[in-house]
C-alpha cells in the first residue's frame, strides 16, 4: 500500500527552471506530484515553450519549471533544485515503498540532514525539512 503524497513546495531566490526529457513527462509529472508532493500550476498547464512544452510546478511564492526537450542538456552534478518538505521522513516513505534510489546526507550545521534524489531526467533534487526558526 502506497502512503499518501507528501506536503511540499520550492523554495528559491527565484523561479528555478530545469531541463527535462519530453520522452519523460508523464514519469516527471508523476515523480514530482505524486512522489514529492508539488502542486502543478493548472494555469499553465500544456503552455507552449520553445521546443516541447514545460510542466510549471508551484510553491508559496517560486516555480519550478521543467522545460521539455527533446535532448535535455541535463548536469546532474553541477545543477539541482531545492524542495522544501513538511516532512522528510515522509518522503523517505515514499521513496522506499517506490523503491527510488536516494542518498540521506547530514550534517552538523543548521541545514541538519537533507536527501538528495534525481528525477527522470536526471535532474538532481535536494530535499530538505521545513523548519521554523
Do not use: T
Not at 32 to 47: C, H, M, S
Not at 84 to 92: A, P, T
Not at 108 to 133: F, H, K
Request: hydrophobic letters at 40%.
Amino acid at each position: 500500500m502506497l502512503r499518501e503524497r507528501p506536503d511540499s513546495e520550492v523554495e528559491a531566490v527565484d523561479d528555478v527552471r530545469v531541463s527535462a526529457a519530453l520522452s519523460l513527462a508523464e514519469e516527471s509529472r508523476e515523480f514530482y506530484v505524486e512522489i514529492l508532493g508539488l502542486q502543478e500550476d493548472e494555469n499553465r498547464k500544456g503552455r507552449a515553450a520553445p521546443e516541447g512544452g514545460e510542466l510549471v510546478f508551484c510553491g508559496q511564492h517560486n516555480r519550478l519549471i521543467l522545460q521539455l526537450m527533446e535532448a535535455p542538456s541535463v548536469q546532474p552534478l553541477k545543477r539541482k533544485a531545492l524542495i522544501c518538505v513538511k516532512s522528510l521522513q515522509g518522503v523517505r516513505d515514499v521513496l522506499d515503498d517506490r523503491r527510488i534510489e536516494y542518498v540521506r546526507c547530514r550534517s552538523l550545521g543548521w541545514a541538519g540532514e537533507r536527501l538528495q534524489v534525481w528525477d527522470p531526467s536526471g535532474n538532481l533534487v535536494e530535499l530538505r525539512q521545513e523548519r521554523l526558526l
